[in-house]
C-alpha cells in the first residue's frame, strides 16, 4: 500500500479500526505511547508499573496486576499495535516501541479523549 494522499487516509482508518475494537483499558493503555517521544525504545519495566498506577489494569481473578499488565502489552503486540524490541530469555517483554503512525494514532485518540496533551519542540 502507498502512503500518498488517499492511500494514507486509507491506512489510517485501517489503524483507526484496530483501534476501536480495544477493550477501555488496553484503549488507555496504547493513548499512554502518546506520552513516550518519537522513536523512543520504552523500558516495560518502568511502563506496566506506570498502567497499574494509572489505574488502567483492572484486577482479575487469580492473576496480579502485574501479570495483567504483561498479559495486555502482549496483547498489544499481537494485534500489532506495539513492537517488541528486546525479549528476556523467559520471553517477557524487555524494551517495547510503537511505530510513528501508531504513535500519531495514539496522539489524535489521547487528545480526543483529553488523556493527555502532547506538545512538541524542536530542542
Not at 47 to 64: C, H, K, S, V
Not at 84 to 101: A, F, P, Q, T, W
Amino acid at each position: 500500500m502507498s502512503w500518498h494522499a488517499n492511500d494514507g487516509k486509507k491506512c489510517s482508518e485501517i489503524i483507526g479500526t484496530s483501534y476501536e475494537d480495544l477493550s477501555l483499558p488496553l484503549k488507555l493503555c496504547f493513548m499512554y505511547f502518546a506520552a513516550f517521544p518519537e522513536d523512543h525504545e520504552i523500558n516495560a519495566t518502568f511502563l506496566l508499573p506506570m498502567w497499574i498506577a494509572e489505574g488502567f489494569i483492572p484486577q482479575e481473578d487469580n492473576r496480579t496486576l502485574e501479570e495483567t499488565a504483561e498479559g495486555y502489552l502482549e496483547d498489544l503486540v499481537q494485534r500489532s499495535l506495539v513492537q517488541v524490541k528486546y525479549r528476556s530469555s523467559k520471553g517477557s517483554i524487555i524494551y517495547c516501541s510503537i511505530h510513528d503512525l501508531l504513535r500519531d494514532l495514539a496522539i489524535q485518540k489521547a487528545k480526543e479523549d483529553n488523556f493527555l496533551v502532547v506538545y512538541s519542540h524542536p530542542d
